[in-house]
């Protein structure tokens, strides 16, 4: 997470001209999807502490159990944004679903890995090889998670090929390893402490590695459409979660009580976490590698320019480029 001297704290706080709403202007409703994860930080954030009202919205962050049903809620217009990992992105792109990124994330290093690789343990499982024929569990099949996952058994003397991918929750994730309904499964922060916490598991693995020692997992993305006809307010929620991920990356204590609270794991266990890491502004390059994977393991049929699903509101401005 990023550290901060008071001075620069106390400068993100003071709002930019022309970006508050003016006296009187009613606030646009802006509903948000997110899965119980980490990745809602930077959005519970804003909501809490008033960032989204004071540039014009009123967000109401809503849980889903995946990546997969915030998107189709977005599509379908019920939410104008959610917050999906990239591997969707890509894959609702390539069928011709016109939605793109709005804000960061959560960015991913291997400096600070974001998830890791856990097996039972009392498995037998130690490389990509011994996990020929196994099952891994994963939020949606074919998302990030399950991608890395096939991208790091590659890499460790494993044969792809060969895995059978199980739909489980982020959440069940453990209790489905106890029951040896999967053999291994990437497991993301909040969850990520209980794991290592709990004692029964062992970790084998950095998967995200699989894919790039650093990449964008997620981002925040809305429809084409809304983007095309509201503008302004595409730019005033991405402005708004710029500030609102560097405020709670330096007070972590106070955004961890939001996040404990969103996902019901404790206080104590999300400050342990690496955190969503998101960058102010996005750029092709932190795409790609995941767009590159996600046609490598079959998510998608074709691969795109990134440039192609980022709103300029998620770009650095090119001035400062």
């Keep these: 997470m990023r550290i901060f001297t008071v001075a620069a704290l106390v400068a993100l706080l003071v709002v930019p001209l022309g970006s508050a709403r003016a006296v009187g202007q009613s606030l646009v409703t802006f509903r948000v999807a997110t899965a119980p994860t980490m990745g809602a930080q930077a959005a519970l954030y804003a909501q809490q502490s008033g960032i989204f009202k004071r540039y014009g919205l009123d967000v109401e ?8 049903a915030a998107t189709a809620a977005v599509v379908g217009g019920s939410m104008q944004a959610a917050y999906v990992n990239v591997i969707s992105l890509a894959e609702a792109h390539t069928r011709g679903v016109p939605i793109e990124a709005f804000a960061p994330g959560g960015y991913y290093s291997t400096a600070k890995p974001y998830g890791l690789l856990f097996v039972r343990k009392e498995s037998p499982i130690h490389t990509g090889g011994d996990l020929n024929g196994k099952t891994i569990g994963s939020g949606a099949l074919k ?106 990356n330096a007070t972590p204590a106070k955004a961890a009580e939001m996040v404990a609270k969103f996902t019901g794991v404790d206080v104590a266990t999300v400050l342990r976490g690496p955190g969503p890491n998101e960058p102010p502004y996005l750029e092709p390059s932190d795409l790609q590698p995941v767009i590159e994977a996600a046609v490598r393991y079959g998510a998608i049929t074709k691969s795109f320019d990134a440039a192609e699903v980022l709103d300029p509101a998620v770009r650095r401005p090119r001035s400062t480029r």
């Design 143 to 248: 998302d990030i998670n399950a991608i890395c996952t096939l991208a790091w058994i590659d890499a460790n003397g494993g044969d792809s090929k060969t895995v059978r991918a199980l739909e489980v929750p982020n959440n069940t994730l453990m209790p489905a390893l106890d029951e040896g309904r999967i053999d291994v499964a990437t497991i993301l922060p909040p969850y990520q402490a209980q794991a290592l916490d709990s004692g029964k598991y062992r970790v084998i693995g950095r998967p995200y590695d699989g894919i790039a020692k650093s990449f964008e997992i997620a981002v925040w993305a809305g429809s084409t459409d809304f983007a095309a006809k509201n503008p302004d307010v595409v730019r005033r929620f991405a402005a708004a979660m710029r500030e609102s991920s560097q405020i709670a």
């Design 61 to 68: 962050v809503v849980a889903m159990a995946s990546g997969q």
